[in-house]
């Protein structure tokens, strides 16, 4: 209890400029080396064959959209016990802790049913290549049915989040990726003994990481976070926290699938193209991932912090929060936009095999042009925060519509038309520019309606 009563008060009274570092780094930290392993996954994966980096690719949104419903869930979980903590309700948190295990355990279940059987069909979408249908469903299939590592692995970060204890949800990240950029080289290519596995190996490094970094993060949960550790005994879902938990998760679900459904749609205009034209985008993913996911590390540990003093009516604190939040976002960014526009070369090699410079001479310009976008999407990200820890989750929904399908899409469609390959990738800043007027306009109505009442 001594310690939640510190970490209530740090959250309620540390100036902002340590604390927010103080939440937010950790996690930072923890999702760099999300998009390290990633982006190593991506190299090793080359190295084997062209075709499959290009199966991964296209695998890809699937993972992702895996990963939004597992952290989109995760964020409702993680804005309900705030909230709760903030109102001084521990036994409500626990119930809220719970009851997000059991969303968790929902999640995996689709994914496990899908991984059974829809993997396999999902490439006969894409492709008629005998090769990469099997390279795909292959990968796609382990990742899938085994992907409860990932969602409780989630479940138990968050939960740690919530209670301001981000150094030991960095820690269990941590230790997934470790774990399965070790195994990667050795499961791809059969090092150290093992079988080379190819394409397998990668799926299975992936799932034996996320089960670790699982198992460690419900060890730490039950040690080391005093207000939520569970006992399971007689539980039963409560369908008020349920609803709780899905008001806030699942516009974060959506607003996180919007970038699987961007990713098959681009994958369709860019195909008319050729494979590396997918290739590119998919490179390009993995290192912006480097980039975004800092800033996404940024966001949800404000997320704790603005959703404890607004259900504490601290105004001056919500307000400092988010600006504090800005500079940090933007100065990320902005290292991510010099890196994009210097260096485009050097990254895009990184995924070659052997000689070939393809990728590298058809990448340049889509690194370029995309970095562009950088500073404004920091500012978008940042405020449609502010709307998720309000409880104005649709907000945040509505502006991730418009960055990356409304706008995005048609845009693509319309430039690949007009322009060929290297007028595609305009459309990114140009989604950016239209979705940060919205952000602004429903900032404002926040403002008037919800922030400026609070009064100290």
Same mark, same amino acid.
């Given at each position: 209890?001594?310690?939640?009563?510190?970490?209530?008060?740090?959250?309620?009274?540390?100036?902002?400029?340590?604390?927010?570092?103080?939440?937010?780094?950790?996690?930072?930290?923890?999702?760099?080396?999300?998009?390290?392993?990633?982006?190593? #996954?991506?190299?090793?994966?080359?190295?084997?064959?062209?075709?499959?980096?290009?199966?991964?690719?296209?695998?890809?949104?699937?993972?992702?959209?895996?990963?939004?419903?597992?952290?989109?869930?995760?964020?409702?979980?993680?804005?309900?016990?705030?909230?709760?903590? =903030?109102?001084?309700?521990?036994?409500?948190?626990? #119930?809220?802790?719970?009851?997000?295990?059991?969303?968790?355990? %929902?999640?995996?279940?689709?994914?496990?049913?899908?991984?059974?059987?829809?993997?396999?069909?999902?490439?006969?979408?894409?492709?008629?290549?005998?090769?990469?249908?099997?390279?795909? =469903?292959?990968?796609?299939?382990?990742?899938?049915?085994?992907?409860?590592?990932?969602?409780?692995?989630?479940?138990?970060?968050?939960?740690?989040?919530?209670?301001?204890?981000?150094?030991?949800?960095?820690?269990?990240? &941590?230790?997934?990726?470790?774990?399965?950029?070790?195994?990667?080289?050795?499961?791809?290519?059969?090092?150290?003994?093992?079988?080379?596995?190819?394409?397998?190996?990668?799926?299975?490094?992936?799932?034996?990481?996320?089960?670790?970094?699982?198992?460690?993060?419900?060890?730490?949960?039950?040690?080391?976070?005093?207000?939520?550790?569970?006992?399971?005994?007689?539980?039963?879902?409560?369908?008020?926290?349920?609803?709780?938990? @899905?008001?806030?998760?699942?516009?974060?679900?959506?607003?996180?699938?919007?970038?699987?459904?961007?990713?098959?749609?681009?994958?369709?205009?860019?195909?008319?193209?050729?494979?590396?034209?997918?290739?590119?985008?998919?490179?390009?993913?993995?290192?912006?991932?480097?980039?975004?996911?800092?800033?996404? =590390?940024?966001?949800?540990?404000?997320?704790?912090?603005? =959703?404890?003093?607004?259900?504490?009516?601290?105004?001056?604190?919500?307000?400092?929060?988010?600006?504090?939040?800005?500079?940090?976002? %933007?100065?990320?960014?902005?290292?991510?936009?010099?890196?994009?526009?210097?260096?485009?070369?050097?990254? &895009?090699? &990184?995924?070659?095999?052997?000689?070939?410079? #393809?990728?590298? #001479?058809?990448?340049?310009?889509?690194?370029?042009?995309?970095?562009?976008?950088?500073?404004?999407?920091?500012?978008?990200?940042?405020?449609?925060?502010?709307?998720?820890?309000?409880?104005?989750?649709?907000?945040?929904? @509505?502006?991730?519509?418009?960055?990356?399908?409304?706008?995005?899409?048609?845009?693509?469609?319309?430039?690949?038309?007009?322009?060929?390959?290297?007028?595609?990738?305009?459309?990114?800043?140009?989604?950016?520019?239209?979705?940060?007027?919205? %952000?602004?306009?429903?900032?404002?109505?926040?403002?008037?309606?919800?922030?400026?009442?609070?009064?100290?």
């Amino acid at each position: 209890v001594m310690e939640q009563q510190e970490r209530s008060k740090m959250l309620g009274t540390m100036p902002m400029g340590r604390l927010v570092p103080k939440v937010s780094v950790p996690i930072m930290v923890s999702m760099l080396v999300q998009a390290l392993y990633n982006i190593v #996954d991506g190299i090793f994966v080359a190295r084997y064959s062209p075709n499959a980096l290009t199966a991964v690719s296209l695998a890809f949104p699937i993972q992702l959209l895996m990963i939004a419903v597992a952290t989109g869930l995760g964020v409702g979980i993680n804005s309900l016990i705030s909230r709760k903590l =903030g109102e001084k309700r521990a036994e409500e948190a626990r #119930d809220a802790a719970k009851n997000g295990m059991f969303t968790e355990l %929902c999640g995996y279940a689709l994914f496990l049913v899908f991984g059974l059987l829809f993997a396999k069909p999902f490439f006969n979408l894409f492709t008629d290549d005998m090769e990469l249908q099997a390279l795909g =469903g292959e990968y796609l299939s382990i990742v899938c049915i085994f992907s409860f590592g990932l969602f409780f692995g989630i479940c138990f970060e968050r939960m740690m989040q919530a209670t301001g204890n981000t150094v030991l949800s960095m820690v269990t990240q &941590l230790t997934g990726a470790v774990i399965n950029i070790i195994l990667d080289p050795i499961m791809i290519f059969g090092l150290l003994g093992c079988p080379a596995m190819g394409i397998a190996g990668a799926a299975i490094a992936t799932v034996i990481g996320q089960i670790g970094g699982m198992t460690l993060g419900l060890v730490l949960n039950q040690a080391k976070n005093v207000e939520l550790r569970l006992h399971l005994k007689g539980f039963r879902p409560n369908k008020t926290i349920l609803k709780g938990i @899905l008001d806030v998760g699942f516009p974060s679900i959506i607003m996180q699938s919007i970038s699987s459904v961007m990713n098959v749609l681009m994958n369709m205009i860019l195909l008319g193209f050729g494979a590396t034209a997918v290739n590119v985008l998919g490179v390009y993913f993995k290192l912006q991932s480097f980039v975004f996911m800092p800033v996404f =590390g940024l966001s949800n540990g404000l997320v704790a912090i603005l =959703g404890y003093n607004y259900g504490a009516r601290m105004r001056a604190r919500v307000y400092d929060a988010l600006k504090v939040a800005l500079i940090w976002a %933007c100065v990320i960014m902005l290292l991510g936009t010099i890196a994009f526009l210097l260096i485009p070369e050097t990254l &895009l090699s &990184l995924f070659e095999a052997g000689n070939a410079r #393809d990728l590298t #001479d058809m990448g340049v310009v889509a690194l370029r042009v995309i970095s562009l976008s950088f500073l404004l999407a920091a500012v978008g990200i940042t405020i449609s925060t502010l709307f998720q820890a309000v409880g104005k989750g649709f907000y945040s929904l @509505l502006m991730s519509l418009c960055r990356q399908l409304i706008v995005l899409l048609p845009a693509a469609w319309v430039l690949s038309a007009l322009g060929g390959l290297d007028a595609v990738w305009w459309c990114f800043p140009i989604a950016e520019i239209v979705s940060l007027a919205l %952000c602004l306009a429903l900032y404002r109505r926040v403002d008037e309606k919800l922030l400026k009442p609070l009064g100290e």
